[in-house]
């Protein structure tokens, strides 16, 4: 099976960098020469470890995410070329007037990229996605956004996120392009996406995953993207008693992989068959190194099953 993502763009890697964390605090307005360096530095690092999809929001940061990365590409922008830039659109923050809310308008859509594109200093992005499903979504509308987005050469591939099959089946029947991405929360602590396979059938069983929304991508070859894929490093080194018993076994593993913990949680979901891109959140340029240690191995079944079992906390069958 090769996803949509790989159709086209085949030299992207097995695991992406998510840019939520650029672009310094959420309190503040402004970023530092620190904040600069720290996006320089783990920019370098990722692509030195085959990590060339760059994962933005135009909300991230309220904007300053994709600014700060704009800033680097405009000084050195050789490096664009190495990258596949992806950015998503449809959140909109709470206002003095209007609450949080989700906008899939065409107006909101093409307006969002046009800022997104200015911050990012770049003519074109490669991937765009809605970043979570609008109730209000008029399908011809998106259709019609898209469409504009893609004969302007604004944006080249689009996708979703945070969608369940019938949301993305519907889009699918209006809009003229593939939808070649769905990104979800996946993780080893988040592992309701496995458990959802399991319950199938099982009337007392719960899982908060929509149901076949892992088989529905494998049969599209709709590229999975997992965020919040490290579990904020509650199995690395950021846990507390109730994550311990996995923990140990991460070490474990990491010593018998002869890899870092890091590298063990992240194959976990690489190990899938449905070929899941973890989007790392780390800004930092070790961890995206241990992270990327996970490209050069693969977890046996055992190992795969005793780290799914210590990280749920219910033994199976
Ligand atoms: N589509 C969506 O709705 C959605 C939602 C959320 C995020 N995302 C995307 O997914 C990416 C990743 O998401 P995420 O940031 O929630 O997930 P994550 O990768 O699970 O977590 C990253 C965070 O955990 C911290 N962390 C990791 N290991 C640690 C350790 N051992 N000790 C202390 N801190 C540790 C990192 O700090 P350091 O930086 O210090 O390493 C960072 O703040 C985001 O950047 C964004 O691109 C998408």
Redesign the pocket.
């Known amino acids: 099976m090769t996803s949509r993502l790989k159709q086209h763009f085949p030299t992207v890697g097995n695991i992406a960098m998510?840019?939520?964390?650029f672009g310094g605090d959420w309190s503040n307005d402004h970023y530092n020469v620190q904040d600069s360096a720290t996006v320089e530095r783990a920019i370098d690092t990722c692509l030195n470890h085959g990590i060339n999809l760059f994962?933005h929001a135009d909300i991230y940061k309220h904007g300053r995410a994709e600014q700060i990365f704009g800033d680097v590409l405009k000084a050195s922008p050789h490096l664009r070329e190495k990258m596949i830039i992806q950015t998503?659109c449809g959140i909109r923050f709470a206002d003095e007037q209007v609450p949080g809310r989700y906008d899939f308008s065409h107006s909101w859509i093409t307006h969002s990229v046009e800022q997104s594109l200015a911050g990012l200093n770049t003519e074109q992005i490669d991937i765009l996605l809605l970043?979570?499903p609008d109730p209000l979504m008029e399908v011809d509308e998106v259709a019609r956004a898209f469409d504009d987005l893609k004969q302007s050469g604004k944006i080249k591939c689009f996708g979703v996120?945070?969608m369940h099959p019938y949301q993305i089946d519907y889009l699918q029947r209006y809009v003229n392009v593939p939808i070649i991405i769905n990104?979800l929360e996946m993780?080893l602590a988040n592992n309701d996406w496995v458990n959802e396979g399991f319950n199938a059938g099982i009337s007392n069983e719960r899982s908060h995953f929509s149901p076949a929304t892992i088989e529905h991508s494998q049969l599209n070859d709709i590229q999975l993207q997992a965020?919040?894929?490290?579990?904020?490093?509650k199995f690395?080194?950021?846990g507390d008693q109730t994550t311990s018993h996995t923990s140990n076994l991460v070490i474990k593993l990491a010593n018998e992989y002869n890899v870092s913990p890091e590298a063990i949680v992240i194959a976990w979901l690489m190990r899938h068959p449905a070929k899941i891109q973890p989007?790392?959140?780390?800004?930092?340029a070790e961890?995206i190194k241990a992270c990327a240690q996970s490209n050069e191995i693969s977890l046996s079944r055992e190992h795969w099953y005793q780290l799914l079992v210590s990280a749920r906390g219910q033994a199976l069958p």
């Open positions: 998510g840019c939520m964390g994962d998503k970043h979570r996120s945070n990104q993780s965020w919040g894929c490290l579990a904020q490093g690395t080194g950021n989007v790392l959140g780390t800004t930092n961890r």
